[in-house]
């Protein structure tokens, strides 16, 4: 029934439909209204990580670039952009945020400038589609919306009832040209405080390495002084001689 639905729903968009083998779910690949799109299975480990369990992965290539790295998911995509590396993390003070879904990003500011109230209701949403995780991964290249789900989408009704969550988020996750030109402006002040904070921490340093070193040359080598007990004494021997 899977690969039925998904033919028909490949056929509909005109999307690439692909079964490498027999016993295999079919990936779905192509373009939707200008947006590149894929439809996969993916593996996740189970709770208790001794195995793997199968779902359904339907994703999107946003057109535009936030200008930092950074991702924002819940459930195991939540665990996955632990392992990322980004610099931050960021947090958000809403009532329907849950606390296990992760916010990360290499410039907070720039993602806090990003999340606009109509952003994180439409997130909510994504990220809280029950038996289901979702992930937005802002990359240099490329941002990608992503949702998994443990329903195998075994109908096309089921197929155009995703799609159409999914798409309809795209209007207010995309960046308009004028946040463009001021999430730059936020990036650049950033830069600039980053940097000065850089120049100020090797200022104190070299103040400290040249204080130290005029103290150690300005300090001279003692040598044996004579007091003047020594100096009278020295002089009556010399009398006497």
Request: proline residues 3%.
């Amino acid at each position: 029934m899977q690969k039925q639905a998904w033919k028909k729903f490949a056929d509909k968009y005109e999307l690439r439909y692909s079964v490498e083998k027999i016993l295999d779910s079919p990936t779905v690949e192509g373009v939707i209204s200008g947006y590149k799109v894929a439809l996969l299975t993916s593996a996740h480990l189970t709770e208790d990580i001794k195995g793997t369990k199968n779902m359904t992965a339907f994703e999107i290539t946003l057109k535009t670039i936030l200008p930092t790295k950074g991702a924002i998911g819940s459930g195991d995509m939540a665990d996955i952009i632990k392992t990322l590396g980004f610099h931050d993390e960021h947090s958000l003070k809403e009532p329907a945020w849950n606390k296990e879904w992760v916010i990360q990003a290499d410039n907070t500011s720039i993602m806090d400038a990003y999340l606009t109230q109509d952003r994180i209701n439409t997130l909510i949403k994504l990220l809280g589609m029950k038996n289901a995780c979702a992930i937005l991964l802002f990359q240099p290249e490329t941002t990608l919306l992503r949702v998994d789900l443990s329903n195998p989408l075994t109908s096309i009704e089921d197929l155009e009832k995703l799609k159409k969550i999914m798409f309809a988020s795209l209007k207010t996750l995309e960046i308009s040209e004028l946040e463009k030109t001021d999430l730059a402006k936020v990036r650049a002040k950033s830069s600039a405080k980053l940097n000065a904070i850089e120049l100020e921490d090797d200022k104190d340093g070299e103040i400290n390495v040249t204080g130290l070193s005029l103290e150690e040359e300005a300090a001279p080598p003692k040598s044996e002084e004579i007091s003047s007990d020594d100096k009278k004494s020295t002089s009556e021997e010399e009398d006497k001689k």
